[in-house]
């Protein structure tokens, strides 16, 4: 395509809230984001596919390998050590209790459980966070409750803002 020279094309729209800002795992290729605020899972799930970064979908995030569970926790979350948050992300038991899904489906592989978890209790605790412990995010089951907050993954394709055509610019 020619652009008209002093002509911006814009393109990478997002709708993220203020203050989110994604990073990049090279390993994956993906941009990973927590959004605080008090939330139940249900909830995250719905806030996590309504959101946009560069022009890509997000979705709760699937943690698949212990590489991308240490990313998390030394970078996304390393401002959260210590704060005892309960971080939703995309892995759930709801329709069979034991067979936990993942929202994209992917085959549940890799597990961070916490010692003890997971537990069931009262069959109602059907849905997994990251819960802080002395720095570490290891997993548990729990039931729709409202937490501190959720993992947002943005899978790509990613339309990255193209530079302004002018020439004249100084």
């Known amino acids: 395509y020619t652009i008209d020279e002093d002509t911006g094309l814009h393109t990478g729209q997002s709708n993220l809230p203020a203050g989110v800002v994604p990073q990049r ?13 008090s939330i139940s899972w249900t909830d995250a799930n719905d ?4 959101l946009q970064f560069l022009a890509s979908s997000g979705r709760l995030v699937t943690i698949t390998s212990a590489a ?52 069931s209790i009262g069959d109602q605790d059907d849905y997994i966070h990251l819960v802080e412990d002395n720095g570490r995010f290891p ?6 409750l409202n937490h501190d907050g959720y993992v947002v993954e943005f899978l790509g394709p990613f339309a990255f803002p193209l530079i302004n055509n002018d020439t004249d610019a100084e």
Request: hydrophobic content about 35%; aromatic content about 18%; overall charge negative.
């Open 47 to 50: 806030a996590a596919t309504g």
């Open 139 to 144: 997993w548990n089951d729990r039931s729709n």
């Open 68 to 119: 991308e569970q240490n990313f998390l926790t030394d970078s996304i979350l390393q401002s959260l050590r210590n704060s005892h948050f309960n971080i939703w992300i995309g892995l759930n038991d709801v329709a069979v209790e034991g067979d936990y899904r993942w929202v994209t489906g992917e085959p549940f592989a890799y597990s961070n459980w916490q010692p003890g978890e997971p537990n």
């Open 25 to 37: 795992w090279s390993e994956k290729g993906n941009y990973y984001a927590f959004v605080a605020g």
